[in-house]
């Protein structure tokens, strides 16, 4: 089967630094989102990665590795706004998205 | 104008009901989605449609049936729900169901099934 994990629930401190994990087994890779979803709004785009390493865009990165089948999202300089779940998602053989039940970040002043 | 709208954003049903759920988006997709999203749970695909033609059924119940009458409007069609059917109903557009396929998404709709 197909199958996405990433942590249910995570804590940090404003203006610090937290990395979100997502481990993927699939049928196939053909790219993997990240997506951020505050409470009772729509998931809202990050970040695309289809290459091993690094995609920085602000104070946000991410990161691959095909081989381990392993990615992580990256938050820097924490803001209270960025409280909410972030959704990893990889697109399979099929071009089908497969959704990870999403982790949510509890930011604390 | 926003991207993906979706209405009613709230929806209190009785299980003999019949109601719909509306989506439009305005971005051009040739590609629109119906999930559904419960606590703690990875987000459900329930229908796909490409260029109108519906692509993907995932073992949706009967209860549920979408329509798509052009590439920018999309309608899920409940009848007959359970309370297990209580949920987020989200609605998502993409430019196409193959290659580089970032999804678009409306509000949702919170459906709840006395």
């Known amino acids: 089967g197909q199958n996405i994990d990433q942590p249910t629930e995570m804590t940090a401190t404003e203006g610090a630094i937290v990395q979100i994990n997502c481990t993927y087994q699939?049928?196939?890779?053909?790219?993997l989102f990240w997506y951020q979803q505050h409470a009772g709004e729509a998931p809202t785009f990050l970040s695309y990665?289809?290459l091993d390493g690094l995609e920085e865009k602000g104070r946000f990165s991410s990161f691959l590795s095909r081989s381990k089948g392993y990615s992580y999202l990256l938050l820097k300089e924490l803001q209270m706004k960025d409280s909410a779940s972030y959704l990893c998602?990889?697109?399979?053989?099929?071009?089908?998205?497969?959704w990870g039940a999403g982790t949510k970040l509890i930011i604390k002043p | 104008e926003t991207g993906v709208t979706q209405t009613p954003r709230h929806l209190v049903m009785g299980m003999t009901n019949k109601k719909s759920l509306k989506c439009e988006q305005h971005?051009?997709?040739?590609?629109m989605y119906w999930y559904k999203q419960s606590a703690k749970k990875p987000l459900e695909l329930m229908f796909v449609?490409?260029?109108?033609?519906?692509?993907e059924n995932n073992s949706v119940p009967s209860r549920f049936s979408p329509e798509c009458p052009n590439s920018s409007h999309l309608f899920l069609h409940l009848h007959t729900l359970q309370p297990e059917d209580s949920a987020l109903y989200l609605c998502?557009?993409?430019?196409?169901?193959?290659?580089?396929?970032?999804?678009?998404f409306g509000p949702g709709t919170r459906l709840t099934v006395l």
């Open positions: 990665n289809v």
């Open positions: 998502a557009s993409s430019r196409g169901t193959s290659d580089y396929n970032e999804q678009f």
């Open positions: 699939t049928s196939g890779f053909n790219g």
């Open positions: 998602a990889v697109t399979d053989s099929n071009y089908q998205l497969i």
């Open positions: 449609y490409s260029l109108e033609e519906r692509v």
């Open positions: 971005l051009g997709h040739n590609a």
